[in-house]
C-alpha cells in the first residue's frame, strides 16, 4: 500500500540545521509532487514548499525562502527537508504529503528547537 | 501574501449539517482542497478539486465552490466527525505556491 515513512524525532539548538526525511514506497515516486507542511504546537497546518521528485524542480513558501532546501534520491524514493537557522518559532510536527491532492501523508516528524 | 480565510469554530447537534466555508481571492480560478485533522493524528484529503469525494470518504461529506468562497458540507454530522477542518489552495501566480486556511473546529455535540 502507498506509505510515507518519515525520519524520528529530532532536539536541535538554536542557530542549527535538522533535515527530515520522507520515504516513499507503493507507487512511482517519481509521478507524484511532494509537499512539506508543518504544525507549531496547537496550531494550524503551514505549507512549507513542494518537490517534484522527477526532476527535483521546487518552489518554497515565501516566509522560508533561503532558509529551506528541498531534495530527493530517486534510488531511494525519499525526500528531503533542511531547515536552516532553527530558532524556536520553528518547533513544530513536520509532514511530507504526496501529490497534487495531498491525498496520502506522513505520520509527521516533531522538531523540537531549545537552548 | 495570499491569504485563505475560515471561522474559527462551527458547533452543531448530531445529525444536523454542517457548513465550513473557506474564502480566496483566487478561488474562481483555483482549486479547494479540504482536510479533516483529529487530535494527535496526521490530516486526511476529505476533498479535492473543490467537490471530489476520495474512497473511503463518507459520502455525507460534500464540497461546492462558487466564487470566491469554498463551502465543505457534512449533511447529519456524527459525533466522530469532530475535527479540525482545513482548507486549502494555491494562488494565481501559477508557481505552485500554497496556502492553508487557518482552521475550523468543528464541534458535534
Known amino acids: 500500500q502507498v506509505q510515507l515513512v518519515q525520519s524520528g524525532a529530532e532536539v536541535k539548538k538554536p542557530g542549527a540545521s535538522v533535515k527530515v526525511s520522507c520515504k516513499a514506497s507503493g507507487y512511482t515516486f517519481t509521478s507524484y509532487y511532494m509537499h512539506w507542511v508543518r504544525q507549531a504546537p496547537g496550531q494550524g497546518l503551514e505549507w512549507m514548499g513542494i518537490i517534484n521528485p522527477s526532476g527535483g524542480s521546487t518552489s518554497y513558501a515565501q516566509k522560508f525562502q533561503g532558509r529551506v532546501t528541498m531534495t530527493r534520491d530517486t534510488s531511494t524514493s525519499t525526500v528531503y527537508m533542511e531547515l536552516s537557522s532553527l530558532r524556536s518559532e520553528d518547533t513544530a510536527v513536520y509532514y511530507c504529503?504526496?501529490?497534487?491532492?495531498?491525498?496520502?501523508w506522513g505520520k509527521g516528524t516533531t522538531v523540537t528547537v531549545s537552548s | 501574501s495570499y491569504e485563505l480565510t475560515q471561522p474559527p469554530s462551527v458547533s452543531v447537534s448530531p445529525g444536523q449539517t454542517a457548513r465550513i466555508t473557506c474564502s480566496g481571492d483566487?478561488?474562481?480560478?483555483?482549486?479547494a482542497y479540504w482536510y479533516q485533522q483529529k487530535s494527535g493524528q496526521a490530516p486526511v484529503l476529505v476533498i479535492y478539486e473543490d467537490s471530489k469525494r476520495p474512497s473511503g470518504i463518507p459520502e455525507r461529506f460534500s464540497g461546492s465552490s462558487s466564487g470566491t468562497m469554498a463551502t465543505l458540507t457534512i449533511s447529519g454530522a456524527q459525533v466522530e466527525d469532530e475535527a479540525d477542518y482545513y482548507c486549502?489552495?494555491?494562488?494565481?501566480?501559477?508557481?505552485?505556491?500554497?496556502?492553508f486556511g487557518g482552521g475550523t473546529k468543528l464541534t458535534v455535540l
Open positions: 504529503a504526496r501529490g497534487d491532492y495531498m491525498d496520502v
Open positions: 486549502y489552495s494555491t494562488d494565481s501566480s501559477g508557481n505552485l505556491s500554497g496556502v
Open positions: 483566487a478561488l474562481p480560478k483555483k482549486y
